[in-house]
Every structure is written in structure tokens, then in C-alpha cells.
């Protein structure tokens, strides 16, 4: 199956040497077909079927950050942040980042990042009827999709991306993402993370590089969100 979509990522760059650089780190990375760079407001566009966190971690490699400002077409991508509702937990609460992005007529893809959980075993992520996440896990609902496993390595961290099919981002905005430990995806668990679905920007909707809600700019989001765990 092939899959096209396009990411624009906002990223520090001063001169040509610094896209050189660029595209010397994505180049190799298997999925990266075209890649485009706007200088002047330090962005980059790249189209393929590489998952957004797959080009964040080959951009990092360079020394220089990336932050995800949009995928996919208008109303074609959605995001979710992962948190911890246990009572006992240490620092901040989020586990990890779900991002879903429409890559055909019939599939959508999902890029999940988890940090945190309890080391060496096999989480499994599934989409909730319901938003209501007051009580963590226990509060979403019954299943609406199970999207499959994912390994924890023993640091507690895992990434994969899956491509599931007859799931469209519209019937799944304001419903609840799930990562627990059970394979069937029907018993839910205080441990389980745990976030709510929400819009995403499609590329060139969202190029504004300071927030009017805190007048920070977007690195000094993104400084907030690292401290937080958000990858």
C-alpha cells in the first residue's frame, strides 16, 4: 500500500548551510520524497510516507529542534497528548503523543510516542467512544477502534505507527485515546494513559510563530512542552 501525505515542521535555520543540513539528515530516511525549505520564516515542508516523529528524530540528529505545524490536508489530522491519572505519580503526568493523520481516501496513519510507563512490556492503544477522561481510563467509555500493540522498551519508552484502515478523522475528534495492557482493549485500568482527541492543523494553517493565547513564541512553547515529556 502507498501512502503520501504532507508535514511542515518549523525549524531554527539561518543560511543555505543549515537546509544543507537538513536535508543531508532526511535524505537517507526511508519515505522522505520531497522536500521543500522557506528560509525567510524557517520552515520545511517534506511529502512522503515517512510518520511526522520518524522526521522530528532525523532533524534533532543535525543539533537543531523541529516542531510539527501541520499535516496532512484541512480537517485531515488530529492529536492527542497522553497523560497519567494514577494518584502516585511523579512530575508531570504526560506519557506520551498520539498524532492521526489521513494518508489516503481509506487509511489513516497513527504515530504514537509513549515515555514513562512501566519498563519492558507491551501496550495496547485503542480509541474510546467517549471524551470524558475525569476519571482516566475507567471514564472513556467502550471501545470504539482497537489500534494495536506497542513495545516499552527499559526505559519505559516506545514508538510506533500504524495504518488503519475505515478510521476517519472526523468521527474521531473529541473521543479518547487509550494505552492500557489489555490486548482486547475492553477492560481499562487506573494505569492506563489516557487523552482526549482533538483537531489538528492541516499544512499552511498554521504558520503563526507566537501563540496569542500566552504571547510566547513556538520555541518557548516547545520548551514547555519538553519539560512537560510531550516529545
Not at 472513556?140 to 494495536?148: E, H, I, M, N
Not at 473529541?174 to 475492553?186: A, H, I, T
Not at 496569542?212 to 512553547?221: A, D, F, L, Y
Amino acid at each position: 500500500m502507498t501512502i503520501q501525505m504532507k508535514t511542515v515542521f518549523a525549524v531554527p535555520m539561518h543560511c543555505e548551510g543549515c537546509t544543507d543540513d537538513i536535508k543531508g539528515a532526511l535524505q537517507p530516511v526511508d519515505g522522505v520524497n520531497n522536500i521543500k525549505f522557506d528560509l525567510e520564516n524557517q520552515l520545511v515542508y517534506i511529502e512522503g510516507s515517512a510518520p511526522p516523529s520518524t522526521i522530528v528524530n532525523a532533524i534533532q540528529g543535525t543539533g537543531r529542534d523541529a516542531i510539527v505545524r501541520g499535516s496532512g490536508e484541512p480537517n485531515s489530522s488530529a492529536v492527542s497528548i497522553l497523560e497519567t491519572f494514577e494518584p502516585d505519580k511523579i512530575g508531570s503526568p504526560v506519557r506520551g503523543l498520539a498524532r492521526l493523520v489521513k494518508v489516503s481516501s481509506t487509511n489513516t496513519l497513527v504515530d504514537l510516542t509513549l515515555s514513562g510507563l512501566r519498563p519492558l512490556g507491551t501496550y495496547y492503544a485503542s480509541i474510546r467512544t467517549a471524551g470524558d477522561i475525569s476519571r482516566g481510563a475507567l471514564s472513556t467509555g467502550s471501545p470504539y477502534k482497537c489500534l494495536g500493540p506497542i513495545d516499552v522498551d527499559k526505559e519505559g519508552s516506545g514508538q510506533t505507527f500504524l495504518i488503519k484502515d475505515n478510521l476517519p478523522i472526523y468521527e474521531v475528534i473529541g473521543r479518547s485515546l487509550v494505552v492500557g495492557q489489555d490486548k482486547d482493549c475492553v477492560r481499562m485500568f487506573e494505569s492506563d494513559v489516557v487523552g482526549v482527541i482533538a483537531r489538528s492543523a492541516g499544512v499552511w494553517q498554521n504558520e503563526k510563530t507566537v501563540c496569542s493565547c500566552s504571547g510566547k513564541t513556538v520555541w518557548e512553547e516547545r520548551k514547555d512542552a519538553r519539560s512537560k515529556g510531550i516529545a
